[in-house]
């Protein structure tokens, strides 16, 4: 955790229609991790206001928010110039340096998959942007209620990846939830590897999967952000491990006031401090 005065550069929709956000903030000498949140500290109001971390680069925080209540609402009225106190690098992020059985040398995945439904979209980009960086092309999956809430599709894409999106009500792309377009993922199946039979389902959630998973499914590891709902529906039909960002409402959020705890399978966790991120075999749905 690193305390910063951090400035605004912009703060817009991020577009016409959209109650989404994106704010874009100067000084951010720390690099931050993928899945990592930051806290920001408004006037008038006692609490921060958690806000996961969409991009970082030389210095530039770029973060997405949604507006729900009190604190995001002043949030948008802050123009460019304003100078925020942010306690920075907050949480554990996506672990993307994850070993493989073989050794050090061979990569634990070669397609991952990201999963992103409504705002939980934003700690994805940067992640994404982290493993085009080491020569990983992730497909992405973004999960929506409607046509009008769709963020990040474009600068997904922009990345060169493959992003298909779901909407609810069928008004843009694959209609129905995020788990509706897994079946279109075959498609980027690895023609070697046709034929081979779907790893147990009982390694969901170990540290490493069996590459063999990548020519039926097209993803051999998943990564995944949203709303609980989406991720309790999404666990049970992954055919690899994956890690989970979890979504909770936060007091501190930097672990001391035990307010966001929940059980899991390894004991009661707090979500800001021994999360956001965690393995799918941890979390107890």
Do not use: H
Not at 132 to 139: A, H, I, Q, Y
Not at 263 to 282: A, N, S, W
Request: glycine share 10%.
């Amino acid at each position: 955790m690193k305390k910063e005065i951090l400035t605004v550069i912009s703060n817009r929709p991020v577009d016409a229609l959209s109650k989404v956000y994106q704010m874009e903030l100067s000084g951010c000498s720390e690099e931050q991790r993928p899945g990592q949140f930051v806290n920001i500290e408004l006037d008038g109001l006692f609490l921060r206001r958690p806000i996961s971390v969409c991009d970082w680069k030389d210095g530039v925080l770029t973060l997405l928010y949604k507006l729900v209540g009190k604190g995001t609402a002043l949030m948008a009225t802050l123009q460019p110039g304003a100078r925020l106190d942010v306690l920075c690098s907050l949480g554990n992020g996506f672990d993307i340096d994850i070993p493989a059985p073989a050794g050090p040398d061979v990569p634990a995945f070669t397609r991952p998959l990201l999963v992103g439904g409504g705002i939980g979209t934003a700690p994805l980009y940067l992640l994404a942007r982290r493993l085009k960086e080491r020569g990983v092309s992730p497909t992405v999956i973004l999960g929506f209620n409607t046509a009008s809430e769709i963020i990040y599709e474009k600068e997904f894409k922009a990345l060169g990846l493959r992003t298909l999106v779901t909407t609810v009500d069928g008004s843009y792309g694959t209609p129905g939830f995020v788990t509706d377009a897994l079946p279109l993922l075959a498609s980027v199946s690895d023609p070697s590897s046709v034929g081979v039979s779907v790893s147990n389902p009982s390694t969901v959630g170990d540290s490493v999967s069996d590459s063999s998973t990548v020519g039926v499914s097209g993803y051999d590891y998943c990564y995944a952000c949203g709303p609980m709902p989406m991720l309790r529906a999404l666990a049970p039909k992954l055919a690899t491990p994956a890690q989970f960002s979890l979504e909770e409402r936060m007091g501190c959020g930097t672990g001391i006031c035990m307010g966001c705890t929940c059980p899991q399978l390894t004991g009661t966790k707090r979500i800001c401090k021994d999360g956001p991120v965690f393995r799918l075999d941890e979390i107890s749905f």
